[in-house]
């Protein structure tokens, strides 16, 4: 042992005083101690090893010709069009870390093992302390700015709260789970700046091992801030490491991406044989570890999302291309706009994004159709994808719920919490405890308050039973929350309530709850459910079209008249408040004024899709029994997406009319259709029809 006699004392006396050792003795201390090891305020190396089930709430599958589908890929329904075996890609929403733990430690580990292992995983991390992740969104022929949700600012703030410290606990754990989830010849790609490369480098050595680095690229975009006290900051680092020393990784100097050319040098040399290709850049020069590829400008609609943290498709068709093969699963568990995923799928790689933030999934879900639809017109194939989430398991964990015991034992730890969860979300909403009023939970002014359960969707029996109470007790008012609303609740509900002199309000719960400085600052924001009104039309042939004839949101992001009081004589603003776009001015005088700029219901709509057959496909999940795995019906459907459309930066109209659906038989069917909003929320609506 390589320590001083004093150096021991030292040591002797801090474990009599049950103080903590200095860091500086590790090496010392321990024989498995690392090379080089980066020590920091609340460094942990426990591993995450929570498994929670993956709910798939949408489905995508846009029909597609028999002939542009390769035999190898996938198998597909001659009759629909529509894929029916093979790898389907996934849009997953929520917790990355809790997701990255779920898909190492759980049943779609093996999804994962038959689709050949995961080969790449490029991770962009939020590594921009002080950034804005604010949206500018059209509503109409308006520019107004999304806000981050709740969840996202508090995100961003434990991950720079303490700097550069709690910035590394965050990314630390998660790239333990990469590591575990990599394929044996992956390789990962770890995006940093020149605030955070140095730590990345020795953190990734400490996992992966030192000799597991394989590449530092450098990203040179040729624009960027100025400085004063130095050159111009117009680089990033990407760090490339093997799954382990010495794997031999996956490495195509030869790929082909959808920008790169591949060209074959010519030489008289016979010691240069032709077949050594390699990729070029734009001057005609062998490509290196420099990088010059431009940022998408602001006006590029072609390719600029809005999304402040966007990444140009051509750096990632040149990582994916030369780090990937194409049928090669790849992997981006910060993807943002969804770049990774836009490149990967137009180069035939199978793929997996993840990201906290709702507005980042609803972009994601666009782009890649957009890609889809691309790539059918070159008569080019592409796979399923379906967006799934935690849901009602991510809650139950967040209030402390073993998700590990049986699912009899979960239920029952689940009730015994209840009471805890109630008190939350009545504070949060600003209510009071109250077990006077039977059948409710709480009082907010003059209105009743139910709270509907923790792992389940708020149902019509609920309300129904809800409505019996408020008779009971002549209650005129009522506040039903829940996290989720059957189907078609509203307008319906409310509009019975009402007719029989009861005020009832379905409220939506934030899971912003969660986080205890949410509710002492006042920060949660319950907004109405939305509302939803659909026509389903057939014609004489008996094929089916949908229509959209009304939708009302009710979203704030700031009051219209603090606004205004808050501007200075001659300014103007636009603000959202009560589920419209309002400008607010003060003239020359002092004299405020508002404006509602929203034009039309419509105007609200970013995309809407339409299941023709609801209910033909039951949500499974699969759960651990034993040593064994076994899929379990959770008593919901998965929203099989047929027919949608869209706005895009480039197109900003919407159809309100979907194309004709034809039926092969007749009978009743529930037509099930999706709205979602300018903010990326949405709003289901399920409506019965008996086809002829």
Request: glycine share 8%; proline share 4%.
């Amino acid at each position: 042992m390589d320590i001083s006699e004093q150096e021991r004392e030292e040591i002797i006396n801090s474990i009599r005083q049950g103080l903590p050792l200095p860091a500086r003795y590790r090496a010392s201390l321990f024989e498995d101690a690392l090379d080089a090891e980066l020590i920091w305020p609340g460094k942990s190396t426990d591993v995450e090893r929570t498994v929670l089930p993956f709910q798939s709430i949408e489905h995508i599958d846009e029909p597609r010709e028999e002939t542009v589908v390769r035999p190898t890929l996938f198998s597909m329904d001659e009759g629909s069009g529509r894929q029916t075996g093979g790898w389907t890609n996934k849009l997953i929403w929520g917790d990355n870390k809790l997701i990255l733990s779920s898909l190492v430690h759980g049943p779609m580990r093996q999804q994962i093992e038959e689709a050949g292992g995961l080969k790449l995983v490029y991770i962009d991390p939020p590594f921009d302390v002080g950034a804005n992740f604010s949206v500018d969104i059209e509503v109409g022929d308006q520019s107004v700015t999304k806000e981050p949700s709740i969840i996202e600012e508090i995100a961003y703030r434990d991950t720079w709260g303490s700097g550069s410290d709690s910035f590394l606990s965050m990314i630390y754990p998660r790239l333990q789970l990469i590591k575990d989830l990599l394929a044996p010849d992956g390789s990962v790609l770890v995006h940093v700046d020149h605030r955070l490369q140095h730590y990345m480098k020795v953190i990734l050595d400490e996992i992966f091992g030192k000799a597991a680095a394989i590449e530092e690229i450098i990203w040179y975009f040729n624009s960027g801030a100025r400085s004063q006290n130095g050159f111009g900051r117009r680089h990033n680092t990407i760090f490339r490491y093997a799954a382990s020393p010495g794997a031999n990784t996956i490495f195509n100097d030869r790929g082909k991406g959808s920008f790169e050319k591949v060209r074959v040098p010519y030489s008289p040399d016979i010691n240069i044989p032709a077949s050594k290709a390699h990729y070029y850049d734009e001057e005609g020069k062998v490509r290196d570890d420099v990088w010059t590829i431009p940022i998408p400008g602001q006006n590029d609609k072609s390719e600029r999302t809005g999304y402040p943290t966007q990444k140009p498709e051509r750096l990632l068709d040149l990582a994916i291309a030369a780090y990937s093969n194409p049928g090669d699963l790849v992997a981006d568990f910060f993807c943002g706009s969804g770049t990774t995923l836009a490149v990967a799928e137009k180069l035939d790689r199978k793929w997996i994004g993840v990201d906290l933030g709702r507005f980042a999934i609803h972009t994601s879900r666009k782009r890649v159709i957009g890609v889809q639809r691309n790539l059918s017109a070159e008569n080019r194939p592409y796979r399923a994808f379906e967006i799934l989430n935690l849901g009602s398991y991510e809650r139950q964990y967040f209030v402390g719920v073993d998700m590990s015991l049986p699912p009899e034992q979960r239920e029952a730890s689940s009730l015994q919490r209840r009471e805890q969860f109630l008190n939350l979300i009545l504070s949060a909403y600003g209510a009071d405890r109250s077990e006077q009023m039977v059948g409710f939970h709480g009082i907010k002014e003059n209105a009743c308050v139910f709270v509907g359960p923790l792992d389940a969707p708020v149902t019509e029996d609920d309300v129904r039973k809800v409505i019996e109470f408020a008779l009971k007790q002549k209650v005129t008012r009522v506040d039903v929350l829940g996290f989720e609303f059957e189907m078609g609740i509203k307008p319906a509900m409310s509009d019975e309530a009402k007719e029989i002199g009861i005020t009832m309000t379905l409220r939506t719960i934030p899971n912003d709850v969660f986080d205890k400085r949410v509710i002492s600052r006042g920060q949660a924001k319950f907004f109405d459910v939305g509302y939803l009104e659909v026509k389903p039309r057939q014609d004489k042939s008996g094929d089916v079209s949908v229509e959209l004839s009304d939708f009302g949101v009710f979203y704030a992001q700031e009051d219209a008249d603090s606004a205004a009081a808050g501007l200075r004589n001659g300014t103007a603003k636009v603000v959202i408040d009560g589920g419209q776009v309002v400008r607010v001015s003060k003239d020359k005088k002092g004299i405020a004024k508002k404006e509602v700029l929203t034009k039309q219901w419509a105007d609200w709509i970013d995309y809407w899709a339409v299941d023709f057959d609801f209910e033909s496909q039951k949500e499974l999940i699969e759960v651990e029994d034993g040593e064994k795995t076994k899929s379990v019906w959770t008593g919901r459907y998965i929203f099989e997406n047929e027919w949608q459309d869209f706005r895009t930066k480039t197109d900003r109209k919407i159809k309100l009319i979907s194309a004709p659906h034809t039926y092969d038989t007749p009978g009743e069917y529930k037509i099930a259709v999706k709205v979602v909003d300018v903010f990326g929320n949405d709003t289901t609506k399920v409506v019965k029809l008996k086809v002829k």
